[in-house]
């Protein structure tokens, strides 16, 4: 049996095979069948690369945070749950994690479960162990000296309006060094939100910064994007300025930036929803030499994926735009080619994006996405219904694929041709049916007004780059500036 291969290994084979790919579509008629293929496979062997470069810089960047820090790495444990055995892994400060009654620790599961499911507690067989309302909760853990007990409470009070009391507990919770008290404490110091405890930039940094070094990846994040934001506020350089000056705070801006990039990338990578959805929108809409890092639409596909899987609106809207890019620019502008066509995934996409529930937390869905996903759904949805997707029909009675609802047909001998043509590859899997038909159910999609095509609807969801041409045939300019972008291709990134 082969060993397996090192990172820096793994990406020189990459590199070879992507050589001969990038040769063989020289020497293929374009939109043949051979030819989408091998653009597809190209496409995949560069998106490996581009992950497998991406995941050694992350996961050094966490290795050497460890070992900076060694503490943190004992703040994660396996618990398993009393209520359904499983075992999981889950930051130990989550305060919503723990049972008031014997302060054990349930996972996120059973946590957002019903309450009237669970008459007793399977531990302590306490009754109504989950509070009925936010008022029992309060009674239950006021007593418990217990750091999460002293967040939980400083959280409940806030919402009720008891910024005095909050403040109190809060102050208990961060004084028995709790990172994620600590982190709310940076966060009511930068926005001021309560009237007891003063906004200053500088104490909220300087909290964001030790919550973050105990490895809490929320304060990890809130620190990346406090020092994104002094970059853009603090230390852009004057015209007026001598040459020598605004080359100094040219060097501290760079570097103030790649200090912002490595907490951002420590929080995604330690499971921070909103971390990976920044990365996934920086990597995807990044402008300009000066920015932290260059545009990447795989990597961008990559982060996005992480938080969709999460339910993360925003990380499902970027993937529904990346998915479009990067089939136009793999195909030339082609992106419904049957075997190749991301439309039934990205339907997919924005209607479950737009059918989240209303109580969802702000940070798995705002009614800002909500409202864009709807609208883009609602033109696609409408655009893609006017012809038979098979022999191109109009003006006839149309259904949908029953699976994916993604493609319509004029009758079932088109829609056997055409699953058979490739669609069963483009098609939905059987299990996300039933969720795609909870999301309809859930929605109700009206016709859009008159448009102009898919391809308007494709430059709707993001600004299309001329990455097509540089991933097939890399001119010198193009090699030279992936040189210099750091990217796996160059043969310095791994090496």
Known sequence: ????????????????????????????????????????????????????????RVYSLKASFEKAYPDTAVRKKDWQCPICKEGFHEYLDDPSSWLPCCQRRICKGCRDGKPSEHKKCPSCQSKEYFPLNKLDEVYKIQDIEEPWAHLRMALLLEENGRHDKAAEYLWKAVDASHPVAICHLGQAHYTGSNPNIPQSNENARALFLKSAKQGYPEAQYNLGLFCLEEDINDVAPSTQESRAMQAQKQRRKIQIQQ???RWISLAAVGGSVTAQGMLATMYCNSLGQEAPVKKNMFLAKYWAQQGATKGDGSCQLVLAQV?????????????????????????????KTAAANDDESSSIQT????????????????????????????????????????????????????????????????????????????????????????????????TPTAATTEMVEPTQAAAAAAAGAGSIWSGNALN
């Open 259 to 261: 200090e912002g990039l």
């Open 367 to 462: 009614e800002t996405n909500k409202e864009n996903a709807l609208k883009t759904l609602r033109n696609m949805e409408g655009q893609i219904s006017v012809k038979c997707a098979n022999c191109n029909a109009q003006n006839v009675p149309l259904s949908q694929c029953r699976q994916c609802r993604g493609v319509h047909y004029c009758s079932k001998t088109c829609s056997t041709e055409h699953w058979k043509k490739g669609h069963k590859l483009d098609c939905l899997k059987k299990e996300e049916t039933s969720e795609l038909e909870d999301y309809l159910h859930k929605i109700s999609v009206s016709q859009p007004p008159a448009g102009t095509g898919l391809s308007s609807i494709a430059e709707d969801l993001a």
């Open 1 to 56: 049996m082969n060993a397996p291969l090192n990172p820096s290994e793994k990406v020189q084979k990459l590199k070879s095979a992507r050589d001969l790919l990038i040769a063989r579509c020289k020497l293929l008629t374009p939109y043949s069948d051979d030819w989408y293929l091998t653009r597809k496979q190209l496409q995949q062997i560069t998106e490996e690369g581009e992950i497998t470069a991406e995941q050694v």
């Open 323 to 351: 998915l479009m890019i990067l089939a136009s620019q793999t195909f030339d502008g082609s992106y419904n080619q049957v075997g190749y066509n991301p439309i039934p995934r990205v339907l997919f996409l924005l209607r």
